[in-house]
């Protein structure tokens, strides 16, 4: 679990899980809407598959972005 403070915020910290997880030997990531994506070879590809999907969301126009 991460317990780390995000910038702006104050009082108690939420609860949060790391948006990868291993199956077998397949990783994956998930996002806040309960997308799971994957396999992946390794942690690492899939980190990258994170960065790219999150890469092709923020180019979407602001009414079409996944919140």
């Known amino acids: 679990m991460n317990t780390q403070v995000r910038s702006g915020e104050e009082g108690r910290i939420p609860f949060r899980s790391s948006r990868f997880f291993c199956v ?27 960065k790219r999907f999150l890469h092709v969301v923020r180019l979407l126009p602001e009414e079409q972005q996944v919140h």
């Open 24 to 50: 077998g030997s397949k990783w994956y990531f998930t996002t806040r809407e309960g997308f799971d994506s994957g396999p992946f070879a390794s942690r690492e590809r899939a980190e990258i598959g994170l």
